[in-house]
């Protein structure tokens, strides 16, 4: 175990959620070669770039890692980079002004700046310039003169998803971002990092400069792989029982899916709680039961984000089921984001503990109308049901009677009380609200002698009818709609207005009592 001072454990994840650069900074190789080749290396000039990915998942950090250490100068020794948050600037004229001012800091700290008179001057008009058009020009004037001198302006923006209200006031403000990187007399390298893709942020902000995402190359930034993951372990040598860290690595995976900040966050309780290796099972209960707190606080993050943008309903979609709006083109492009993860034909989450979290999300969703209402309605209808004829401990009484439910029911049981571990009372209590349509049916057919009078018809009728249900909604739940004909998709929607009608005539039966000899509801 590493130690610091007296009796002070080395944490090195300590600063989790701040800019990891140098040697602190792993991974990422491919990406760090795209952006050197695209912006430090080419002598025409920086091609502009944006760093695309979802919070925390280590934009600002590869920006910052690739482009405004000693090592960028070491490739072109004349580099002047500028990093500006865009989150914290108030309008485009101080981004603008602020801009010029770092880099004549800069010039006046290099060892080999020439500052003139000349130079002096348009570093003037500058400061002096009375609106944007005058700003603009001065701007221009005085990165023309670096760019004939031999220097590379390089201008990083980070958090420019702001862009969408920073410069939403100030039309033409990215048509002027677009001139300081495509005009060859200046031509500055222009990198941004944001959420959002380039062409959401415009659209938002200023629809009419649909010019501007088009001299971009996108880099997106996903969760880290395995040999990520395994080098981020080893930055803690208390963790690390030789050169063997595969437990960790995998637990990681399972927990956090590869992400960055979620991983560091479990590595940075497990170091502050003194954990060493091997990692115990009670010191990883432990730090994943401290993080729980700061995880969902990073899913609700995400939760919002999405749902601003539009992106959450074509997420529930893809990943839950059933595929209404969604179409192919959303799903590839929440693969590319690194929201979904391909599995076969399927997709799956990025980590199994935020499609649990989604499963919350989905299940309070409005969306899917139909079947949303056909499985919380039969829900509803089973669970008052056996309550009323088998007791409170129904699920119990069930399986006693007809144990060939009892797998299933297990299933459901361990899928509650894993969510209730994870997400407490946001959870469901509710064993029901995680079967499937094929369950559903099971159980009423199991106990047709309560259900029958409900549902009418025999059970042939109503097996064919689940059956439908089953086929189509599973490939609806993992994009694979292409295996459904329109006629399944006509008789699923047929399906579920029969059973919303039946719930409906239900209900305007309740003033009649439950049958005491059967327990079933209504006279039928």
């Known amino acids: 175990m590493s130690v610091v001072g007296t009796g002070t454990i080395d944490n090195p994840f300590a600063t989790v959620g701040h800019i990891v650069h140098g040697d602190a900074h792993v991974g990422r190789l491919n990406l760090i070669t795209v952006l050197r080749q695209r912006v430090l290396l080419p002598e025409s000039g920086a091609g502009a770039t944006a760093i695309v990915g979802p919070p925390r998942i280590g934009k600002s950090s590869l920006a910052y890692h690739v482009f405004m250490r000693s090592d960028a100068k070491a490739l072109q020794p004349r580099l002047l980079p500028v990093w500006i948050n865009l989150r914290i600037q108030p309008n485009a004229e101080r981004l603008f002004r602020k801009f010029v001012a770092e880099l004549w800091s800069q010039l006046q700290d290099h060892p080999d700046a020439d500052i003139d008179e000349p130079l ?301 571990h994870t997400f407490g009372q946001r959870a469901s209590t509710r064993l029901l609200d995680f079967t499937y349509p094929r369950d559903l049916y099971d159980i009423v057919a199991a106990r047709w002698d309560l259900f029958g009078s409900v549902f009418g018809h025999d059970k042939r009728y109503w097996n064919d009818r689940f059956e439908l249900l089953a086929k189509v909604r599973n490939p609806m739940a993992h994009n694979r709609m292409l295996m459904v004909t329109p006629t399944e998709r006509n008789l699923f929607q047929s399906y579920c207005m029969e059973i919303l009608d039946m719930l409906t005539a239900l209900e305007n039966r309740t003033a009649e009592p439950v049958d005491p000899a059967s327990g079933s509801v209504g006279t039928g």
């Open 120 to 420: 002096g001057r348009r570093h003037d008009r500058v400061r002096v310039a009375q609106d944007g058009i005058e700003l603009q020009d001065a701007v221009q004037d005085f990165l023309k003169i670096l760019r004939r001198r031999g220097w590379r302006v390089l201008l990083i923006l980070d958090e420019f998803d702001a862009a969408r209200e920073v410069f939403k006031p100030f039309p033409g403000t990215f048509q002027a971002l677009r001139e300081l990187a495509y005009n060859p007399e200046w031509s500055i390298g222009l990198v941004t990092t944001s959420r959002r893709e380039l062409r959401d942020i415009v659209n938002r902000a200023d629809p009419v400069e649909s010019t501007f995402p088009g001299i971009f190359r996108q880099v997106q930034v996903t969760c880290f792989d395995e040999a990520e993951l395994s080098a981020l372990t080893r930055r803690a040598s208390c963790l690390m029982a030789g050169a063997d860290d595969t437990s960790l690595v995998e637990r990681l995976v399972e927990l956090t899916g590869g992400h960055p900040y979620l991983a560091s966050m479990a590595l940075e309780r497990l170091c502050g709680q003194g954990a060493s290796a091997p990692v115990s099972d009670a010191e990883w209960v432990a730090a994943v039961t401290a993080c729980r707190v700061d995880f969902h606080r990073y899913y609700r993050d995400l939760e919002d984000l999405l749902r601003a943008d539009g992106r959450l309903q074509a997420l529930l979609e893809v990943l839950l089921g059933p595929q209404i709006t969604v179409t192919s083109d959303d799903a590839e492009r929440l693969l590319h984001q690194g929201l979904i993860r391909a599995a076969g034909e399927t997709f799956q989450p990025f980590s199994r503990q935020f499609g649990e979290y989604l499963m919350l999300v989905g299940r309070h969703s409005d969306h899917w109308q139909s079947w949303i209402e056909v499985e919380s309605g039969l829900r509803e209808l089973l669970e008052t049901t056996l309550s009323r004829a088998l007791g409170a401990d129904w699920p119990a009484e069930l399986c006693r009677v007809r144990p060939k439910l009892a797998d299933m029911l297990s299933r459901c049981a361990q899928m509650r009380d894993r969510e209730q």
